[in-house]
């Protein structure tokens, strides 16, 4: 079901967010992110001068190599466009998340080590999308492995336990997809 219509209108911004997720050819998995910002008019910026319509404002791109247990082996990102000729800087600082694993505490982690002056605002809002997309990128993979009879719990899925249970509306534990999915833990009315 579509947006309502909006009453008439002039687009003045636009952001564009492009995430992909990958398998490597060495068992790794890569998950890429692009961050575009463009105005539909032309203004003027103390360093870059003017910025002419749909000429990038904001250009950053970040790539996250994880494993299978979703524990980050390498982080690249690389501002191409920003306000600033400093901005750049703050892209290499983002490999300090080699180590981290993502899930529960990922993003309070990753900003102890990239957050305020040591990272770029832009990059930090991707790093939340890019874990959603590694959920999504490695989803048959971790569903495999988990429903194999000698699967071991992991700090994401404990024993039994869905790891998605109580993450949104339809994994509420009194949702009719709790009921469906996994009834053992499902808490609402008999259905």
């Not at 992909?20 to 105005?39: Q, S, V, W």
């Not at 040591?118 to 997309?133: I, K, N, Y």
Request: aromatic share 8%; with cysteine.
């Amino acid at each position: 079901m579509p947006l309502t219509e909006s009453v008439l209108r002039e687009a003045l911004h636009h952001r564009d967010i492009e995430l992909r997720g990958y398998r490597r050819a060495d068992g790794l998995f890569d998950i890429e992110a692009r961050l575009t910002d463009t105005k539909t008019y032309a203004f003027s910026n103390a360093e870059r001068g003017q910025i002419d319509p749909g000429v990038p404002l904001h250009g950053m791109l970040a790539r996250m190599t994880l494993t299978e247990d979703m524990e980050i082996t390498a982080f690249e990102a690389v501002t191409e466009y920003g306000p600033y000729a400093i901005c750049p800087s703050a892209a290499p600082n983002f490999a300090r998340l080699a180590g981290l694993r993502v899930g529960r505490g990922f993003l309070k982690a990753a900003n102890e080590r990239i957050g305020g002056v040591h990272g770029c605002t832009h990059l930090r809002e991707l790093l939340g999308q890019m874990g959603t997309v590694a959920f999504q990128t490695l989803y048959a993979v971790r569903l495999k492995r988990e429903a194999a009879p000698n699967a071991v719990a992991t700090a994401d899925a404990p024993a039994g336990k869905p790891a998605m249970l109580g993450t949104c509306l339809a994994y509420a534990p009194d949702s009719p997809v709790v009921a469906r999915q996994w009834p053992a833990f499902y808490t609402g009315p008999s259905l």
